[in-house]
């Protein structure tokens, strides 16, 4: 990065991390949370992060926390840091969020819940899944 950055990645616990910040601070949000759909029983749900997401080895990016929660409580997770982030941005600050088909309901009641307003989706379509017998592909977030 150079010296003036007109940008910063914070990486953390969002509900640790934004207690820092005085109202007004932020343009935006750009967030990528975990999604707490990476499995499809509760064992592999509690598999480490690193175990379901990467195959990068040692050089995997650190286990991260969130991600075995059930619907319910990402959603009112969520709605929470949502809220914190909502009250730290200036007026008219957009919030973009990734995430999984799976939780696209849950994040819009999330988003909605603290006070944002859903404008709509925009699909990154990843145009590398698998096909599955009986069902679309899995490859949009």
């Known amino acids: 990065m150079n010296d003036n950055p007109k940008w910063t990645i914070l990486q953390g616990d969002a509900l640790k991390l934004l207690r820092d910040f005085a109202p007004g601070t932020f343009d935006a949000v750009i967030t990528d949370p975990p999604y ?23 050089a995997a ?8 929660k059930d619907q319910r ?17 200036k007026p008219g600050a957009p919030v ?3 995430i999984d088909w799976r939780q696209l309901p849950a994040a819009s ?4 819940w603290a006070g ?3 404008r709509g ?21």
Do not use: H
């Not at 707490?36 to 040692?58: D, V, W």
């Not at 990016?61 to 075995?68: I, L, Q, S, T, V």
């Not at 989706?121 to 977030?141: H, L, M, Y």
């Open 116 to 118: 944002w307003i859903w």
């Open 121 to 141: 989706t925009a699909v990154w379509d990843k145009g590398n899944s698998r096909p599955q017998k009986g069902r679309f592909r899995q490859q949009a977030e």
């Open 96 to 98: 973009c969020m990734f």
């Open 109 to 112: 009641d999330a988003l909605q």
């Open 73 to 89: 409580s990402w959603t009112r997770w969520a709605a929470e840091w949502l809220a914190d982030a909502r009250r730290l941005c």
């Open 61 to 68: 990016p650190p286990p991260f926390e969130g991600d075995a």
């Open 36 to 58: 707490a759909s990476g499995g499809r029983t509760q064992g592999e749900k509690n598999k480490s992060t690193t175990q379901k997401y990467s195959s990068m080895g040692a």
